[in-house]
């Protein structure tokens, strides 16, 4: 890692704390159902500074990236696809849900994150 790019983490550290001080409704939800290895055993990190970028919750050992957009995300389309697109480059994978999916149809957000947890690497993504 360069100096510049230890520099750029460093600045996203307090801003990744301030996020896990203050999640939305969704995120809040989500967590409960993600710590303490309450899915499978996987263990799940909220709001971890990521290369350029903050990610809501990430699975190191899956290389699995969930964000829970917002009404916001509509207004940022471009920036989210090259997001994805970085994290793709760097082995992760992203799973995006709603503010509204994760609130109202938390199953079958469960659900969801639980195949791609189980996806092989080796396999065609489900």
């Not at 970028?53 to 207004?75: K, N, S």
């Not at 992203?94 to 639980?114: C, G, K, P, Y």
Request: a negative charge.
């Amino acid at each position: 890692m360069s100096s510049e790019q230890g520099s750029a983490l460093m600045d996203l550290i307090p801003r990744a704390r301030e996020l896990r001080s203050n999640p939305t409704d969704a995120e809040r939800r989500l967590w409960r159902a993600l710590r303490q290895r309450r899915l499978e055993g996987y263990k799940f990190r909220r709001q971890v500074p990521l290369g350029p970028y903050i990610v809501d919750f990430m699975c190191r050992e899956q290389r699995l990236v969930i964000e829970v957009d917002g009404a916001q995300h509509a207004e940022q389309v471009e920036y989210d696809r090259a997001r994805d697109t970085w994290l793709a480059t760097e082995g992760f994978r992203v799973l995006r849900f709603t503010d509204r999916e994760v609130l109202m149809e938390l199953d079958s957000v469960e659900e969801a994150i639980w195949v791609s947890l189980q996806w092989d690497s080796r396999q065609p993504p489900p």
